[in-house]
């Protein structure tokens, strides 16, 4: 006669992995896990670079009560899996002038993360940044940028910042994860380009290595086509952005987001980052009546 005792405590055993995986990949987003896999054939890094899993405190939403001009734009879905758009006219050229003037009094050397710590660092980031205010119509890029994925919930948008990159000047392959979790991450990213494209302008596209290059269906006019290279360049056009989503259905980040800007071969090109970031439970209301910056921010618009 056998007893039921060996199988039951095997199926505990079974079962205790199954719970002890499933933690790992929900619970702790599978650590370690997407570098095993990043060994691939590109050159990419290794996603494990952590950051604080707090808010930014730099999350703002537009004003409610704001009225912002119509404008249209003309979408162009480049994947979907990933979500990658590319945006043409997702900026007036007016609109790309204004913000590069609201940026010219704060230029600063632009900085990275790295093992939690801001630094700089011109072989991984060579460019300034600088903080635009609050105006009506940073206002209203940034209510473009919420409207345009529907105004989803708990979604806000991290102050916006300008990028400047002279000749040369790069940014090294990255994430924009941001060490986003379950509890709050960087949800996607518009790179919107404010200056550089057209006549005396090289190099500088935004280049994504492990996004299939698409030659057909008129993308030449948008992506690099020529020249050796798996990935995809976009190129560099004043008013343009790129849109992707930087995380899964299941709040994994995702790989094939990883992305360079190219050195600028001449000219200058300045690009607009407008991050989204979703935090679970947080609300609008939660963010008004935030102290004296707020008030002079108002001053401005
Ligand atoms: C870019 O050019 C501007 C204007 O010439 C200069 O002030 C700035 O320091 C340069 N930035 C970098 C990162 O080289």
Known sequence: MSSPCPSFRYRTLL??????????????GAPGLSNVLGSGKTAVPTPKVKQPLTKPDSLVFPDPDLKCPEHAYNVHVYST????????????????DSLVELSSTSWQPSTIFHAGAETHDPSVRNSDKALLPRTRLTQCVE?????????????????????????????ARHYD??????????????????AGGGEG???????????????????????????????????????????WRNFDDEGRGVRETVHA?????????VGLNIWS??????????????????EGKKEEL
């Not at 941001?178 to 919107?192: I, Q």
């Open 277 to 294: 970031w979703w935090q679970r439970g947080l609300e609008v209301g939660d963010l008004v009546g935030g102290g004296e910056e707020e």
């Open 81 to 96: 899996k990933p979500l990658v758009i590319y945006i043409d006219d997702f900026l007036s050229a007016e609109e790309a």
């Open 261 to 269: 800007a190219l050195p600028v071969g001449e000219g200058v090109k």
């Open 177 to 194: 994860w941001s060490g986003g979790g379950r509890a709050g991450r960087r949800e996607s990213t518009f790179m919107v380009y404010l």
């Open 143 to 171: 209510a473009r940028a919420l409207a345009f994925q529907g105004w989803p919930a708990n979604t806000f948008v991290e102050r916006l910042w300008a990028q400047r990159y002279n000749a040369s000047g790069h940014y």
């Open 201 to 243: 302008f090289a190099g500088g596209g935004t280049e994504f290595p492990m996004l299939e290059r698409r030659a057909e269906g008129g993308w030449c006019e948008f992506v690099e086509c020529e020249g050796a290279g798996e990935g995809t360049v976009f190129k560099v056009r004043k008013g343009a952005a790129v849109f």
């Open 15 to 28: 079962e205790l992995a199954l719970i002890a995986s499933a933690i790992y990949i929900f619970l702790l």
